[in-house]
């Protein structure tokens, strides 16, 4: 993967894999070796959690057969990229603990399993984006999901490819994106008090 650290410039000293990682939409239909793969998993696996619950699960869409399936419930506009990925995944949550106490926390640490799985995909040389738009419904039913677990994201894997394989539309958008400066997102002592 080409590096893109000179690009991005962060505003204090960090490791450049977080100025690497970025969300392109467009994947080489290339296979992913297993134990490279599941490096990204296991890196999600050490996540932190509240109360060390580790509520996220993962269904992976790896062939052409389970990838169709996860088709069906992803929207027309995602679709048209993600489904050159040779590996889907599906990020899911249980909403409540093993007693039955409701699971506060559960989405926060599913985030932040999705965002280890992220750096270490980008480690691996290999690509992924979050995918919000799919209908969660039909997902949970074509994947028989119970009800005691929230679906979140649906997160395309594999290795990047040519943006001119994108359609036009999105081909100006495969680049990645600046954020805002630090100290906009920073207040001291108490909301609305500038850094």
Not at 73 to 102: C, H
Not at 166 to 171: A, D, V, Y
């Amino acid at each position: 993967m080409t590096k893109i650290v000179n690009q991005r410039i962060a505003d204090y000293p960090i490791a450049d894999i977080f100025l690497e990682r970025w969300s392109p939409r467009s994947f080489k239909e290339q296979e992913i070796p297993e134990d490279l793969l599941m490096s990204v998993f296991e890196a999600a696996r050490w996540a932190p959690s509240a109360r060390n619950r580790q509520p996220w699960y993962f269904i992976l869409a790896t062939t052409k057969e389970e990838r169709e399936v996860f088709h069906q419930f992803i929207f027309e506009g995602n679709l048209q990229w993600a489904k050159k990925a040779p590996v889907l995944a599906l990020l899911f949550s249980r909403k409540t603990a093993e007693d039955g106490e409701e699971n506060r926390y559960h989405t926060f640490d599913a985030g932040c399993a999705w965002g280890y799985l992220a750096l270490q995909a980008t480690k691996n040389g290999l690509i992924t984006r979050a995918i919000g738009g799919f209908d969660k419904e039909k997902a949970r039913e074509l994947l028989d999901i119970p009800s005691e677990y929230e679906c979140h994201l649906v997160i395309p894997i594999g290795y990047p490819g040519e943006k001119e394989g994108l359609p036009e539309e999105l081909q100006e958008k495969e680049r990645p994106t600046e954020r805002r400066p630090i100290k906009e997102s920073i207040f001291k002592g108490k909301f609305g008090r500038p850094l």
